[in-house]
């Protein structure tokens, strides 16, 4: 995790903040919730490297923007990042549950461990894990905070 840079990102959630390097994204935290973060005393400041990161989120949250194309470096284990994989597939507008996220990544009885994986997502909103939700249609943990998922999921359409 040395050499990372990071700056924030302005965002009806709050201020957003995005590592990485020159070549890839590594992280985005929410400002609050219990998964949120900041910055890592060896990180360093520096806005340069984020321009399309803010772009494509400011595109997002403009709804110009239905996925994103960008450069991501997933450190999980090989089940993780298939699901996080697997998170970039779920359309705009369109949700998944934990059991269809199981079968997909050909683990159909893995439905707590895909909800484990998804609380472990490195890179929420770009990577859209507020996209899952309960076999019932309920809105279930999100590191951002449940109210945040619900922001996202009405901005894209889901809930009213």
């Known amino acids: 995790m ?3 840079r990071y700056t924030h990102v302005e965002s009806p959630v709050g201020d957003l903040l995005v590592a990485g ?7 985005l935290s929410f400002p609050t919730g219990h998964k949120a973060f900041r910055p890592r005393p060896e990180w360093r400041r520096d806005d340069a490297p984020f321009q399309e990161v803010r772009r494509q989120l400011d595109a997002y949250f403009a709804g110009d923007l239905r996925r994103f194309e960008l450069a991501l470096h997933l450190s ?8 996080w994989r697997s998170l970039a597939d779920i ?7 934990y059991g269809e996220i199981a079968r997909s990544v050909g683990r159909p009885k893995a439905s707590r461990a895909v909800g484990a994986a998804n609380g472990s997502n490195p890179l929420p909103i770009i ?5 899952v939700i309960g076999a019932g249609g309920s809105l279930t943990g999100f590191g951002g905070g449940l109210a945040v998922k619900a ?6 359409g889901v809930l009213v």
């Open 21 to 27: 390097t020159e070549e890839a994204l590594h992280f």
């Open 91 to 97: 359309p705009f507008g369109q949700t998944r549950s």
């Open 76 to 83: 999980g284990t090989e089940f993780q990042n298939s699901v």
């Open 2 to 4: 040395n050499g990372l």
């Open 151 to 156: 922001f996202l999921l009405r901005h894209e």
């Open 127 to 131: 990577l859209p894990c507020h996209r």
